[in-house]
């Protein structure tokens, strides 16, 4: 109720109006000057892809990101809208956004005209100066700019009239930020109606004579030019973007995880309590890495981090439904979880292969190698001698679904040999069904590694020596 409501009274309380660019460039300074981070919530790109963005920004520049699937550039796009003024004073009734200074549409400039200091003005928070289309085949110039309204000229009105319009998400966006998803999908005779709007600042709708100097900060999300094959990005348009910006995948093993940590859907269910040891969040993400590397996946289609977050989701539901039957509290996924990353896997990358019924193969020897490589960083070797041993001496161990918790300690108290690398995983005094978690890790590692064999049925797998 503080604010003005009236167009005198705004300029009574010295507001003043900026392009929505300054706006932007104002509001980053003053985040950047204290230090405080853009985008909080997107990790992985401090020093790679927000520098860039930062000066696009500070440059007043509009802005493309390429990239995969996956590669939070849309996240990055709609948390933009933090760096805008909370509220923004239009002219009431406005469809455009329309400045109170200065009115661009027909019914702002009329009402202005008419009463003068007495215009009413309206506040529009932040969050509703943002729009955002998805871009597909079948967009027209009437969605992105407006079209004429038959319902308009069905009341009496022209066709000459301006007020016989409907404006189109661009102009609707006005004075705040609009971004295109997939624009290379867009179809290239669209993308040339999007000249005008990122270079003149205009738009013009079905030969009217009307010129609309929008205010807009235009960004747009595509894949890299070279892999895409539903259509691809016109020249001009390019040319016109100011800052074309790379993003990429975590290149840590260790963002990967703080990124699946963040994004994944905690499992809460009554009286259960969940437990991701942190090797067991490592093997989900080195999974994704390595089907990065591998000459088995489709590299151009990309493996999205959204993999890592719905495999660990996955794990986490396995572990629960195990815990869940066996009537155990405590929920820790084990190495056993891991069988049940299959169907979360297999629809997120697009595996090359020649011969039928090798997807499955693919990703077994992906979660394998994920394993081993995970085993390798967690477990010393120096604990490796003392476990075979025991297992040289005739020890045989069963693993799987169908084990308990309690079993896994029974097994710790008759083979004390494995406890140093129990304790290296979990540490002193860990709970039952975190022990059971870790002695799988080792025993899945030393298999593995071609210390140990193992006979696999179903669920359940058994551990012996080689000899």
Avoid: C
Avoid at 24 to 49: C, K, M, S
Avoid at 249 to 265: G, S
């Amino acid at each position: 109720m503080s604010r003005p409501v009236t167009l005198g009274q705004l300029r009574e309380s010295g507001w003043e109006s900026i392009p929505v660019k300054e706006e932007v460039r104002r509001n980053a300074v003053a985040r950047i000057a204290a230090g405080e981070p853009l985008f909080p919530a997107v990790l992985g790109y401090e020093d790679t892809v927000l520098p860039q963005l930062e000066n696009a920004l500070l440059a007043g520049h509009d802005v493309i990101f390429l990239g995969e699937r996956g590669q939070a550039k849309t996240r990055m796009i709609r948390a933009l809208t933090g760096l805008l003024d909370e509220w923004l004073p239009i002219i009431e009734g406005s469809e455009i956004n329309d400045d109170p200074y200065n009115p661009i549409s027909k019914h702002a400039r009329d009402l202005v005209d008419d009463l003068g200091d007495d215009t009413p003005i309206d506040w529009v928070h932040r969050d509703q100066r943002y729009g955002e289309k998805l871009a597909t085949p079948d967009t027209s110039i009437a969605d992105l700019i407006g079209e004429v309204d038959p319902i308009k000229v069905a009341e009496g009105r022209y066709l000459s009239d301006e007020l016989t319009l409907h404006y189109g998400l661009v102009p609707r966006t006005n004075r705040g930020i609009f971004a295109i998803n997939e624009l290379p999908d867009l179809a290239e005779r669209i993308q040339v109606g999007l000249l005008n709007v990122l270079e003149e600042r205009d738009v013009q709708i079905r030969g009217y004579k009307i010129r609309l100097p929008l205010d807009v900060m235009l960004f747009a999300s595509a894949n890299p030019e070279d892999y895409t094959n539903r259509g691809r990005l016109i020249t001009p348009l390019k040319d016109r973007f100011g800052a074309q910006i790379r993003t990429h995948y975590p290149l840590e093993v260790a963002t990967e995880v703080e990124i699946a940590a963040q994004e994944a859907r905690p499992l809460e269910a009554p009286g259960v309590e969940v437990h991701v040891p942190e090797y067991m969040a490592e093997i989900v993400a080195t999974l994704s890495h390595l089907a990065r590397q591998s000459p088995h996946i489709n590299q151009r289609s990309g493996v999205s981090v959204r993999l890592t977050v719905a495999n660990l989701e996955t794990l986490v539901a396995n572990a629960a439904r195990r815990a869940l039957r066996q009537g155990e509290t405590e929920v820790v996924p084990r190495v056993s979880d891991l069988d049940a990353l299959a169907s979360s896997t297999s629809g997120k990358v697009e595996i090359e292969t020649l011969e039928d019924g090798r997807d499955g193969q693919i990703v077994e020897h992906l979660l394998r190698a994920a394993v081993l490589t995970v085993f390798k960083d967690r477990v010393s070797p120096e604990h490796f001698r003392a476990v075979l041993e025991g297992f040289e001496a005739g020890t045989v161990v069963d693993a799987g679904e169908d084990v308990s918790a309690t079993d896994y300690v029974g097994l710790l108290n008759a083979m004390p040999s494995l406890a140093d690398p129990v304790r290296e995983l979990v540490g002193e005094g860990a709970s039952p069904a975190r022990v059971a978690s870790a002695v799988e890790l080792v025993l899945e590692g030393l298999h593995l590694s071609k210390r140990l064999n193992k006979d696999a049925v179903g669920s359940r797998a058994t551990y012996r020596g080689r000899a």
